[in-house]
């Protein structure tokens, strides 16, 4: 009977030892997890950083701008006033554009401040609300009828502004 107690006790630590054993190894896993994630994270999340002796520009030509500009000229634009247009079926669009402005162009920082010129936007939301009047909801709700109607007021907003205006924001787009 003692032979079977021995037994039955080293059978009892068999298995306490490969329970430490698999937290270990998942300890050990989730280690290795978490230094991989970190690791990858660090690698993926950030830009590379390129070799300073070797600078890149790229000559851009906006639309409708007299002059080019290099890909590391700031950007300036103008904020219009989000507005509320009226749609087919009794629904309307609650957009806010904002023009990107060309490089040579100095609008005002703000009122009474010297420095520039007033920036007129009153032309851009009539264009806006002539080119958008009357849509259905359908038309806009998709990303191919958006860009078509997006396409249409770049058009017309940098023809309304020759050398000043290169392209249009959506930075409010809201359907009911």
Do not use: W
Not at 6 to 31: F, M, R, T
Not at 115 to 133: M, Q
Not at 151 to 164: H, K, S
């Amino acid at each position: 009977m003692a032979a079977k107690k021995k037994a039955g006790a080293e059978g009892d630590e068999a298995p306490k030892k490969s329970g430490k054993k698999k937290i270990i190894v998942a300890v050990l896993c989730l280690g290795l997890a978490g230094g991989g994630y970190f690791i990858g994270g660090q690698s993926s999340g950030q830009p590379a950083v390129a070799d300073e002796s070797t600078t890149t520009t790229t000559t851009i030509q906006k639309r409708g701008c007299s002059t080019t500009s290099t890909e590391e000229a700031p950007l300036h634009v103008v904020d219009l006033p989000a507005m509320s247009i009226n749609l087919t079926d009794g629904h309307y669009l609650r957009i806010g554009l904002a023009l990107a402005l060309c490089d040579d162009v100095v609008v005002a920082a703000a009122e009474g401040e010297a420095g520039g010129e007033a920036f007129l936007t009153a032309p851009a939301r009539d264009i806006a609300v002539s080119i958008l009047s009357g849509r259905t909801m359908d038309e806009l709700a998709s990303d191919a009828g958006r860009a078509k109607v997006k396409t249409e007021l770049i058009d017309a907003v940098v023809e309304a502004y020759p050398a000043e205006v290169y392209d249009v924001y959506f930075v409010e787009f809201v359907m009911q």
